[in-house]
């Protein structure tokens, strides 16, 4: 299975960016789990990381001709506001897991909206970063 984890806004800024709520642990460090995870299951895995909506529209967008047949989308502030990271996603017909490093429904009244997980399959928060592993997981067992 080819699997793409999409990263939004500041997680790049993990393990610096307020690390009481998101932990000590680095955005490399993420990576290289998502990346054992997959090794283990034998899967495909690519990463996209940016700060900027198009951006990550776009990357959506190339995961229709890239052949990605699963995508894990944390969306950072994006999730409560951005209708075009919802379009993008509602385009492409694979396994979607919407994955928040924290409980969302536990924090700012505004947070606890989501205008992107009605068009993913599934949601995943408050996890911390075992969410990404807990996605693959369901991806994988829910493949089309």
Do not use: W
């Not at 999409?6 to 690390?19: A, H, Q, Y």
């Not at 924090?107 to 408050?126: H, L, M, N, W, Y």
């Amino acid at each position: 299975m080819k699997i793409l984890v999409i990263n939004g806004p500041n997680l790049n800024f993990l393990g610096i960016r307020e690390p009481d709520l998101y932990g000590k642990q680095d955005y490399p460090y993420l990576i290289k789990l998502i990346e054992d995870k997959a090794k283990e299951c034998g899967c495909e895995v690519d990463f996209f990381q940016s700060n900027h909506e198009g951006a990550i529209i776009d990357r959506i967008q190339e995961a229709y001709f890239d052949k990605t047949e699963g995508i894990i989308i944390n969306p950072g502030a994006y999730t409560h506001y951005s209708y075009a990271i919802r379009d993008a996603l509602a385009s492409i017909e694979v396994p979607k897991v919407e994955v928040h490093i924290t409980d969302i429904t536990n924090r700012e009244e505004f947070r606890r909206i989501s205008v992107t997980a009605p068009v993913c399959d599934k949601q995943i928060f408050g996890e911390g970063l075992n969410g990404y592993l807990m996605a693959v997981d369901y991806l994988l067992s829910n493949t089309k």
